[in-house]
Every structure is written in C-alpha cells, then in structure tokens.
C-alpha cells in the first residue's frame, strides 16, 4: 500500500476531503448508533478510494476500464453523483428503518457487489488496488449484515426488499458495462 509521501494528495474533487472529515466522529458515533455503520463503512472506504492513499480514478479507470485517461470515463462528476448521491443518501436512508428497506437492500447489495470488485481485481492481479482493505474490512461485512437483518425482520415488506437487492445487483453488475460503452462511444 502506497504511503502518504509516495503520492501527492489528488482528491478529484473537494468532497472526498468533506467525507474523509467526517470520517472519525461519524465512526465514534456509530458505536452508540449502530444505524450510521453504514455511513462509516462508506466513508472509510471512500476515504481509502480518493483521499488516502487515493489513486482510484486512475485505476478504475486505466486498470479495471481500459481507458488511457486517469479520469475518463468515470469522471469527478460521476464520482460525486456515484459516492455521494447514492451513497451517502443510500447510507442515511438506515436511519429511517424498515420502512426505507428497499434503498437499504440496494445499499448493502451494492456494498457486496464493490467489495467483490476490489477483492476480485486484487485476487486477479496480485496486488492491491485503491479501497481494496476498506472492501474487505467493512464494505463485505456491513453488506452481509445489513441484508441478514432485513431478512429476519417481520416489518420489513417482501416486495421492497427484493426490489432493493435487484436495485442493488443492477446498480453494482451494470457499473462497468456503462462505463465502458461511455468509454467505447468516446
């Protein structure tokens, strides 16, 4: 794993700084709150993405997509709408409990579904890829607890959990396939 002074801090983009912030009081919080695990679980894996040690712009981007350019065709737009529109709004909507299954059954889908990427592309290529130990350490697990719980709740409504976890394999399978063909039509 790269250390602070092997690569200069390039965020793309300012709220990766706002999330990595926000990291450590939304952690402690999570120990009273168990309901912000999730956001903690994203923060630090966004945290580990985009601010330190950073670098997952380029490799998404050259290593996973193919692309010559470090930050096409996944962009800084795309990377705020992506981690902060859905997951930051996906992370929160726990808070609201079994009445907001459905975008929880799509956050912890799509938790899964990333961590399966990054473990994946590391077991592949042998080596460590940006977000990889925040995958393995906290997205994999929140995802498979947070659906475990879901499941065995009585409140929670069949019909909006399967719709979240469709939500959630369509969102996390269909990432790539849309990328590249934005990378394909460039």
Do not use: C
């Given at each position: 794993?790269?250390?602070?002074?092997?690569?200069?801090?390039n965020?793309?983009g300012?709220?990766?700084?706002?999330?990595a912030?926000?990291?450590?009081?939304?952690?402690?919080?999570s120990?009273?709150?168990?309901?912000?695990?999730?956001?903690?679980?994203l923060?630090?894996?966004?945290?580990?993405?985009?601010?330190?040690?950073?670098?997952?712009?380029?490799?998404?981007?050259?290593?996973?997509?193919?692309?010559?350019d470090?930050?096409?065709?996944?962009?800084?737009?795309?990377?705020?709408i992506?981690?902060?529109?859905?997951?930051?709004?996906?992370s929160?909507?726990?808070?609201?409990?079994?009445?907001?299954?459905?975008?929880?059954?799509?956050?912890?889908?799509?938790h899964?579904?990333?961590?399966?990427?990054?473990?994946?592309?590391?077991?592949?290529?042998?080596?460590y890829?940006?977000g990889?130990?925040?995958?393995?350490l906290?997205?994999?697990?929140?995802?498979?607890?947070?659906?475990?719980?879901?499941?065995?709740?009585?409140?929670?409504?069949?019909?909006q959990?399967?719709?979240?976890?469709?939500?959630?394999?369509?969102?996390?399978?269909?990432?790539?396939?849309?990328?590249?063909?934005?990378?394909?039509?460039s």
């Amino acid at each position: 794993m790269p250390g602070a002074s092997d690569r200069s801090l390039n965020t793309h983009g300012k709220w990766p700084v706002v999330g990595a912030a926000a990291l450590v009081p939304v952690t402690a919080a999570s120990i009273r709150e168990p309901r912000l695990r999730p956001l903690a679980a994203l923060l630090s894996h966004q945290t580990e993405e985009w601010v330190w040690p950073g670098g997952f712009l380029p490799w998404i981007n050259r290593e996973v997509l193919g692309s010559s350019d470090d930050e096409f065709p996944i962009d800084r737009v795309s990377g705020l709408i992506i981690n902060v529109g859905f997951g930051w709004l996906l992370s929160l909507s726990v808070l609201a409990g079994p009445k907001a299954a459905a975008p929880q059954a799509m956050l912890f889908t799509s938790h899964i579904g990333n961590a399966a990427l990054h473990i994946g592309w590391a077991a592949r290529n042998r080596k460590y890829d940006p977000g990889l130990a925040s995958a393995a350490l906290a997205l994999l697990p929140v995802g498979v607890l947070g659906l475990r719980s879901l499941v065995r709740d009585p409140a929670v409504k069949r019909g909006q959990l399967t719709a979240g976890i469709a939500a959630g394999v369509a969102f996390a399978a269909g990432m790539a396939p849309f990328f590249k063909t934005r990378l394909r039509r460039s």
